[in-house]
């Protein structure tokens, strides 16, 4: 018999309490509401000297590590059935390794999540050349995105909620981008270990936006293996099919009959070797679902993930019109993990939140164009279970 959230939590704040009793880690005290002030500890500091720190945030049976270099999620603690508590992000224990890294793992992504063509767009009769990092393709903000930069994190409490702040500043033409873009990334834990972000930015000038989180998930624990038996669910009938660059095409192909097709539970697993012309080049999933809601004016659920061996379950909601599924094709055995093991193809995944890849060069897209005067807003919202 499975463990009801509710009962999972007491558990872990029992074990909590014994533990530090016996002289375990120390956190910060809990507040009447059960939540913790985030704590913060140095991470390192990067060869220009740049201090790096990591904030610890615990509430609701949630835990998370957060560093002010990329706003990168290092580590995400959650239970299994029987209360047992493992990292279920991919990342790195060192800032030199995440300065090296070509993986995104835990990163906030922008200016731009995805892929632009050929680096390049046009915007009021302008065309502007961005950083190409991908090929002939801009990725994700470009060789040094916000991944790479150094973000301003406040820490707060509210009510029974638990958070951070980060603010950073993209000067005007910054990996060619037009306008300086004012951007704040809200991590937020609730009382019911729900972890929401929220995005808020704005421009001097016209330009384009498309932030996301760039988090490896495996939900049987960081390092343990592969996330082919994950089930996973997409409330999307269509997905956008891409070129040998990874581009889409413009097409908005339904899933029905396809590999691509998870509106109902399916291990990823089971046709991510098909010789689907889609899957061949992509070397499996790494293609941006339609999302059937659309774009809402609040989160709304649209995907279930489901570790059978632990429990553990995320359920994720957004307002954004899609989400990138990537199966993490290129994980090559190279890397090392804070476990101690490598990383190999498909030891984990990423759902990210987002506006279409390549809008700014198909009107047919929703438009990911922000001018001043405007304010860009979104939110999605992670939500765990057992």
Request: glycine residues 12%; proline residues 5%; neutral net charge.
């Given at each position: 018999?499975?463990?009801?959230r509710r009962?999972?939590?007491?558990?872990?704040?029992?074990?909590?309490a014994?533990?530090?009793?016996?002289?375990?880690?120390?956190?910060?005290?809990?507040?009447?509401?059960?939540?913790?002030?985030?704590?913060?500890?140095?991470?390192?500091?990067?060869?220009?000297?740049?201090?790096?720190?990591?904030?610890?945030?615990?509430?609701?049976?949630?835990?998370?590590?957060?560093?002010?270099?990329?706003?990168?999620?290092?580590s995400?603690?959650?239970?299994?059935?029987?209360g047992r508590y493992?990292?279920?992000s991919?990342g790195?224990?060192?800032?030199?390794?995440?300065?090296?890294?070509?993986?995104?793992?835990?990163?906030?992504?922008?200016?731009?999540?995805?892929?632009?063509?050929?680096?390049?767009?046009?915007?009021?009769?302008?065309?502007?050349?961005?950083?190409?990092?991908?090929?002939?393709?801009s990725?994700?903000?470009?060789?040094?995105?916000?991944?790479?930069?150094?973000?301003?994190?406040?820490?707060f409490?509210?009510?029974?909620?638990?958070?951070?702040?980060?603010?950073?500043?993209?000067?005007?033409?910054?990996?060619?981008?037009?306008?300086?873009?004012?951007?704040?990334?809200?991590?937020?834990?609730?009382a019911?270990?729900?972890?929401?972000?929220?995005?808020?930015?704005?421009?001097n000038?016209?330009?384009?936006?498309?932030?996301?989180?760039?988090?490896?998930?495996?939900?049987?624990?960081?390092?343990?293996?592969?996330?082919?038996?994950?089930?996973?669910?997409?409330?999307a009938?269509r997905?956008?099919p891409?070129?040998?660059?990874?581009?889409?095409?413009?097409?908005?192909?339904?899933?029905?009959?396809?590999?691509?097709?998870?509106?109902s539970?399916?291990?990823?697993?089971r046709?991510?070797?098909?010789?689907?012309?889609?899957?061949?080049?992509?070397?499996?999933?790494?293609?941006?679902?339609?999302l059937?809601?659309?774009i809402?004016a609040?989160?709304?659920?649209?995907?279930?993930?489901r570790?059978?061996?632990?429990?553990?379950?995320?359920?994720?909601?957004?307002?954004?019109?899609?989400?990138?599924?990537?199966?993490?094709?290129?994980?090559?055995?190279?890397?090392?993990?804070?476990?101690?093991?490598?990383?190999?193809?498909?030891?984990?995944?990423?759902l990210?939140?987002?506006?279409?890849?390549?809008?700014?060069?198909?009107p047919?897209?929703?438009?990911?164009?922000?001018?001043?005067?405007?304010t860009?807003?979104?939110?999605?919202?992670?939500?765990?279970?057992?």
């Amino acid at each position: 018999m499975e463990l009801s959230r509710r009962t999972l939590l007491a558990s872990a704040a029992a074990a909590g309490a014994a533990a530090t009793a016996l002289g375990g880690t120390a956190h910060a005290s809990a507040s009447a509401s059960g939540s913790r002030r985030p704590v913060k500890e140095p991470f390192g500091k990067l060869a220009d000297g740049t201090r790096i720190y990591r904030w610890s945030l615990e509430n609701g049976g949630t835990r998370l590590k957060v560093l002010s270099y990329g706003g990168i999620i290092q580590s995400l603690e959650i239970p299994d059935r029987h209360g047992r508590y493992v990292n279920v992000s991919l990342g790195y224990d060192t800032i030199e390794d995440y300065v090296a890294g070509t993986t995104f793992f835990g990163a906030t992504i922008g200016r731009y999540g995805n892929r632009i063509a050929n680096g390049r767009f046009t915007l009021d009769g302008t065309t502007y050349q961005l950083s190409v990092n991908d090929g002939a393709n801009s990725l994700h903000g470009g060789a040094k995105g916000f991944n790479t930069r150094v973000w301003d994190v406040e820490d707060f409490t509210s009510g029974s909620d638990v958070g951070l702040k980060l603010h950073y500043t993209s000067v005007d033409g910054e990996m060619g981008y037009p306008g300086t873009l004012k951007v704040t990334v809200t991590y937020t834990l609730g009382a019911n270990g729900d972890w929401r972000i929220d995005y808020e930015a704005t421009t001097n000038k016209a330009t384009v936006v498309n932030l996301t989180n760039h988090t490896y998930y495996n939900l049987a624990g960081e390092g343990s293996g592969g996330i082919y038996d994950h089930e996973l669910t997409l409330a999307a009938s269509r997905y956008t099919p891409t070129d040998a660059g990874l581009i889409p095409t413009g097409e908005r192909a339904k899933v029905a009959g396809t590999p691509f097709d998870f509106r109902s539970a399916k291990p990823i697993g089971r046709d991510i070797r098909t010789a689907h012309p889609q899957l061949v080049t992509a070397k499996g999933f790494d293609h941006n679902w339609v999302l059937d809601k659309g774009i809402t004016a609040r989160p709304v659920h649209f995907a279930t993930l489901r570790d059978p061996s632990s429990g553990r379950t995320l359920e994720i909601a957004t307002d954004q019109p899609g989400v990138q599924f990537y199966s993490g094709n290129f994980l090559d055995g190279t890397l090392t993990g804070p476990s101690g093991r490598t990383y190999r193809q498909g030891d984990g995944l990423c759902l990210e939140t987002q506006h279409f890849p390549d809008s700014p060069n198909r009107p047919a897209f929703p438009s990911t164009v922000l001018r001043p005067g405007e304010t860009y807003r979104t939110t999605t919202v992670h939500s765990f279970g057992a």
